[in-house]
């Protein structure tokens, strides 16, 4: 019997010098599942610490690294370096056709090795430059690395502008929407159905709050020329007892998508109006995170504009561009991965799209 080989090759060092496609390669063939990033961290880390124009910093899995050139402007280039569970998709193929598959290379090890490739290549970058790699995005919020390194050293992410390089099909997508989750509770009284009037039934007592969602007309304001799209829509509702009882309660889950002009407590306070007259007992925030502004109108995100071309979409889920934004630094998303195909088990990237997206960065930062 030979032996077993395991079926993920494991590298532990990694080489700047490779391609954008290779490194992608590279780097989905060093897996790195939240919680198990270590490894690629510590690779990270070890590549960056011979570039003699960076300093190296790191908490935890995250690593930091920044010039310090002493320019006008700091641009900040982020990504995390944890993927989904694997699927079958490790060691990843490129194909005859310059697609390459495999686990991460949409989502977002091609963004990665972007921010890798430029690190390596512009020792003289026209802006300031940081670089952030963090861990744990693809879990729960509490977990995720970027949010520790904003609370442990807000400092090392200070900037002028910021660049997520998730997966945006080679687009740029300023700003995300607000998300705002509560819990309205209707109260009655339990009663046996044979013998309903001696109750009060809190089912039929939501009716109001069903029907102010169902005509709630939201909003679709222009923010720095993008059109975002608010919605307020019930995605839950729990209420009985028995099949022979007169409910005594019932609740409603409804979620708050908001544009960006609005803050959190202007959120809130919005949808407590909303449903003021409709017999509400309780009203509980289950949890909130607020959007961020495109920021577009700031000289360095303009001129980045400018370079990449096109023009910039909304992001209406939630994002860590918002994390950036609670900061004060204006953040968008661009980066070669096509977010459809992010978490698929044929996640696949087509490898132009990683050239061309370092392509304009690097012309955008040594103009
Ligand atoms: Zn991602």
């Known amino acids: 019997m030979p032996d077993s080989k395991p079926e993920v090759p494991l590298s532990t060092a990694l080489d700047l010098t490779l391609d954008g496609p290779a490194l992608t390669a ?12 270590k490894p690629l961290a510590d690779a990270i880390e070890q590549a960056l610490r011979t570039l003699p124009h960076l300093t190296v910093d790191r908490h935890g899995n995250n690593v930091v690294a920044r010039t310090r050139l ?12 944890d993927t989904v569970p694997i699927a079958d998709n490790v060691p990843s193929r490129l194909d005859e056709d310059g697609v390459l598959w495999g686990c991460g290379t949409s989502d977002m090890k091609s963004g990665v090795a972007v921010q890798l490739r430029i690190a390596a290549t512009v020792p003289e970058p026209n802006r300031d430059l940081t670089f952030v790699f963090y861990d744990n995005e693809e879990v729960a919020a509490h977990l995720n690395g970027l949010g520790h390194v ?13 660049i997520l390089l998730e997966p ?32 009060s039934n809190a089912v039929h007592a939501a009716a109001p709050v069903l029907a102010r ?20 829509n019930a995605v839950g509702i729990t209420g009985g007892v028995a099949t022979n009882v007169i409910p005594d309660e019932c609740t409603v889950v409804v979620n708050f998508r908001y544009a960006p002009d609005r803050t959190p407590e202007e959120a809130e306070k919005h949808v407590r109006e909303v449903f003021a007259d ?10 909130h995170s607020g959007g961020a502004l495109p920021g577009l109108a700031h000289p360095a995100a303009a001129a980045f504009m400018e370079a990449v071309g096109g023009t910039a979409h ?40 990683i050239t061309h997206c370092e392509r304009r960065l690097y012309d955008w930062l040594t103009a």
């Open 70 to 81: 002493g320019r006008a402007e700091r641009v900040v280039l982020a990504g995390h370096i």
């Open 26 to 37: 590279a780097l989905v063939d060093f897996p790195s599942v939240s919680g198990t990033e």
């Open 278 to 287: 409709c017999g509400v007992d309780e009203f509980v925030v289950d949890d």
């Open 213 to 232: 969602l169902a005509s709630y007309e939201p909003r679709r304001p222009v923010i720095d020329g993008l059109e975002y799209h608010e919605g307020l």
């Open 150 to 162: 904003a609370t442990a050293h807000p400092d090392w992410l200070a900037g002028d502008f910021a």
């Open 314 to 353: 909304p992001k209406f889920g939630w994002t860590d561009v918002a994390r950036f934004s609670a900061l004060g630094v204006p953040a968008v998303n661009y980066g070669p991965g096509n977010p459809i195909f992010a978490h698929k088990r044929d996640e696949h990237v087509v490898v132009d799209r």
């Open 168 to 199: 945006s099909d080679g687009q740029v997508e300023g700003g995300c929407q607000g998300t705002l989750r509560v819990s309205l509770t209707l109260r009655g009284e339990r009663a046996h159905s044979a013998r309903s009037w001696m109750g």
